[in-house]
């Protein structure tokens, strides 16, 4: 089985979990500020991020969506993401308990619909060769994603 197994789009609103609902409204929002993104994106085996965004200047920023403190306090692997973006974020809802998210971290409100960055986490560069191969991973994940888009049977859905 190929570790870049890929979710059938389009998908119903109706069928989203919360999460998904959290990263559908960041990335409408990071749409708006320049920023093109994928979700459930496989940085590293082991490893699936949420939403990966890619800016206009090779920016790349990872956010975790948490839809409740039990997913929250149950996230043992954030901090394995972080070599693989300039900035991490949290996107909570607004009944979300923020406190209790690390403040060295970035943090975005959202919904299914919009979201706003409240707090940029630290910014800290990839290295050159680390960007090159997670923009060439983002590029070819997104042509999947189109591929089956086009062509269901492709044998990537």
């Not at 994106?41 to 949420?50: E, I, N, S, T």
Request: with cysteine.
């Amino acid at each position: 089985m190929h570790e870049d197994r890929l979710l059938p789009f389009p998908v119903q609103s109706d069928a989203l979990r919360p999460g998904q609902l959290l990263a559908r409204g960041v990335s409408r929002h990071l749409l708006g500020l320049d920023f093109v993104s994928v979700e459930e994106f496989v940085p590293a085996r082991g490893l699936r991020v949420d939403v990966i965004a890619l800016g206009p200047k090779s920016e790349i920023w990872v956010v975790e969506c948490k839809s409740s403190r039990a997913d929250f306090t149950s996230d043992h692997k954030w901090e394995s993401y972080l070599p693989w973006c300039d900035r991490f974020f949290w996107a909570v809802d607004a009944d979300f308990p923020t406190e209790i998210l690390p403040d060295e971290t970035g943090l975005i409100l959202a919904d299914g619909y919009d979201a706003e960055v409240m707090r940029l986490g630290p910014e800290t560069k990839l290295a050159s060769a680390r960007r090159r191969a997670v923009v060439q991973k983002f590029a070819r994940h997104s042509a999947r994603r189109l591929q089956a888009m086009r062509d269901p049977d492709s044998g990537w859905v």
